[in-house]
């Protein structure tokens, strides 16, 4: 998927958004927009969370997404919700529905997006919205929309930038042609959008290797952690998924990209003795996977009744039940990967021990709070030796990780970080008022 399409579609687009109906608030309101809703499959519970740790700070939150079908979930949550869809006029959303069987992915990944940034921007203006507060991971798109807009200096936008974008290797290890432009174009827009906007990076690192670490305009808040591990059965998640009981379990999860290191796990499998099993949960079948090898010669090898490649599509009541039956995750992610993941955290919220390549976010995490063990970027004789330290380890082990899991759990309860984000807010407005 190219970038210069999607330009195209923006132009086309914009002029068909109505503004939906709003209350100005008196106290500080702050509109949460997300996106990728429709497409991001943890989009929707870790927007409800955010936002819920924001509304218990006082502010009055609304967040807005493009499906109406999300204004259930949460509302039961006390959230108010309002669907970009809901606010067209008929003929519209007539025209909208035959562009997106139309444009396909274009659609859901470029235009709809595009629509919902563009409808914030006008809400927020037409509201008195204190601040919006976006989270995509398309940085070229929020510029865009955002120097399109024609009342932009009376807004405060915040956007989220949960990936480090450069132009480097291994960060595009793997990547086509078109994913490769559109991750040049992610990083030139990440050296720009400072100029004009605050972002938010959820860790200290991502803004160093933008190399947009000196503006005052970027913040660091990371994201927040449920402790889930008291609710965390692991014999009956294993039960459900007709996963042995009595056998440890290492967890690989999501789209096994080779910046990942999927490849390298399989490579190094071969020179260790199968006494645990291995699962690779995600998307890889027939995208993937010819990237990183054939398993066949590890089934050959003994490797046939402990490793598991489920290459498709898991529901979210699936890999909850995946991190929640593993004894340890493993994230075997090349160099060049800054950011955080949200594997490495749905592993903490239940008190599961981490294996990681030791590098920027990934190595601090693991090693200041004592989570699991770690091995350098790449390094196949490194890992092997991680992999047979984790064989060998005695269930204490696991009970101290978990205890340590609990402790990390609490530094980032939720409601830690929404106070964190309040701060963020009123030091931006702060700023903004004396640019004035």
């Given amino acids: 998927m190219t970038a210069m399409p999607g330009i195209i ?36 519970l870790i927007t409800r969370l955010r936002a819920r740790a924001i509304q218990e700070t006082g502010i009055e939150v609304m ?27 008929p003929k519209t959303r007539l025209r909208f529905a035959t562009w997106k069987k139309r444009l396909g992915n274009y659609w859901i990944f470029i235009a709809e997006p595009a629509i919902v940034i563009w409808q914030a921007l006008r809400y927020a203006a037409n509201h008195a919205v204190d601040v919006i507060y976006m989270s995509h991971p398309e940085p070229w798109l929020v510029l865009a929309c955002w120097l399109l807009f024609p009342r932009r200096s009376k807004l405060h936008l915040v956007a989220l930038i949960p990936l480090a974008f450069r132009r480097d290797p291994n960060s595009m290890r793997g990547f086509s042609l078109p994913s490769k432009f559109r991750w040049v174009l992610n990083t030139w827009a990440c050296r720009f959008l400072p100029r004009f906007i605050h972002l938010i990076c959820d860790n200290r690192h991502v803004p160093s290797v933008m190399g947009i670490a000196r503006w005052p305009s970027v913040h660091v808040v990371p994201e927040g952690h449920r402790d889930l591990i008291s609710s965390t059965n692991t ?9 042995p009981v009595d056998q440890r379990m290492l967890l690989m999860f999501g789209v096994a990209s080779p910046v990942k290191g999927a490849d390298l796990l399989l490579k190094v499998l071969e020179n260790v003795e199968p006494s645990f099993n291995v699962f690779i949960v995600g998307q890889t079948g027939g995208v993937y996977q010819s990237n990183w090898g054939n398993p066949e010669r590890l089934y050959q090898s003994g490797w046939k009744d402990h490793l598991f490649i489920v290459a498709r599509h898991v529901s979210n009541e699936e890999m909850n039940d995946y991190f929640s039956a593993c004894d340890a995750i493993i994230l075997p992610y090349r160099k060049g990967y800054e950011t955080t993941s949200a594997n490495l955290r749905q592993a903490i919220e239940r008190g599961k021990a981490i294996l990681a390549s030791d590098q920027y976010c990934l190595g ?3 090693r200041n709070y004592r989570l699991g063990l770690l091995f350098p970027p790449g390094n196949a004789e490194a890992l092997r030796d991680c992999l047979l330290e984790f064989a060998g380890k005695p269930d204490a082990w696991f009970d101290a990780v978990r205890k340590q899991c609990a402790v990390m759990n609490r530094d980032y309860d939720w409601q830690t970080i929404g106070r964190q984000y309040t701060e963020v807010f009123n030091s931006i407005l702060r700023m903004d008022l004396k640019r004035q």
Avoid: K, W
């Fill in 235 to 243: 014999v009956e998640a294993r039960q459900r998924l007709g996963i």
């Fill in 364 to 366: 601090d995490t693991v």
């Fill in 63 to 89: 967040i807005m997404g493009y499906l109406p079908s999300f204004a259930a979930e949460f509302g039961r949550h006390g959230l108010p919700y309002t669907s970009v869809e809901t606010g067209l006029n």
């Fill in 9 to 44: 579609i923006l132009c086309q687009l914009f002029h068909e958004i109505h503004p939906c109906a709003g209350v100005v608030e008196e106290q500080m309101h702050v509109l949460i927009c997300n996106p990728g809703l429709t497409f991001q499959s943890d989009a929707p």
